[in-house]
């Protein structure tokens, strides 16, 4: 897997635990500005010396100037009130359940705001977890990880070709492979 460059582009993450740390680790690596908030101080120190993110309290996240908006904390947190503060045009982070309801997936769409819907790009970590169950070797790992990339490219290219947004996309396709794979076992 080939890092991508983003040198010039600027990654807001909200919740540097585990897995934001890890983000960071990546993002910093391809060039990327940061800036973090979390609720635990000593997780946004780390962020601060470890990659040279800005910090920023967690109330504060939303309204930064950034291209991307990375959330990696607890679910929910994305609704009209944060929404109306966010300057990122796209959101594209590990946090499960991001959206607050429905309507968010509208009010989104409404501000030609790209979301990459959590569970598609969270699904490398089961990925690789089903694999080293059954015993299948890394680059079929990697192989299909790498897949996640398509499957994004196709939740975008229907939702501009319809009136969906791109979490209503995603449950379509996830309906339709569910559909296709109980169907082949019968």
């Known amino acids: 897997f080939k890092c991508p460059d983003l040198t010039g582009l600027t990654v807001a993450v909200q919740g540097v635990g585990n897995v934001g740390l890890h ?9 990327a500005q940061l800036i973090v908030s979390d609720i635990f101080a000593d ?37 009209q009130h944060t929404l ?7 959101i594209a982070g590990a946090a499960n359940n991001q959206l607050a309801n429905v309507e968010t997936q509208q009010l989104l769409r409404a ?16 990925i690789d977890i089903a694999y080293q169950r059954n015993g299948r070797d ?6 299909h990880i790498a897949s996640i990339g398509a499957t ?21 396709i996830a309906q339709e492979r569910l559909s296709n794979n109980l169907h082949c076992e019968n």
Do not use: W
């Open 43 to 79: 997780n946004v120190d780390i962020a601060v010396k470890k990659y040279g993110a800005k910090a920023v309290s967690p109330d504060d996240i939303y309204a930064v100037e950034a291209d991307v908006f990375a959330p990696c904390a607890m679910g929910g947190t994305l609704n």
């Open 23 to 31: 983000l960071c680790h990546y993002l910093k690596a391809a060039g």
């Open 152 to 172: 994004l490219t196709d939740i975008y290219q229907r939702a501009e070709h319809s009136d969906l947004s791109t979490q209503a996309v995603a449950d379509q």
């Open 84 to 90: 109306s503060q966010l300057k990122a045009k796209i």
């Open 138 to 143: 890394e680059a079929a790992i990697k192989a």
């Open 111 to 126: 501000n030609n705001v790209l979301y990459a819907p959590d569970y598609v790009v969270n699904a490398g970590g089961i």
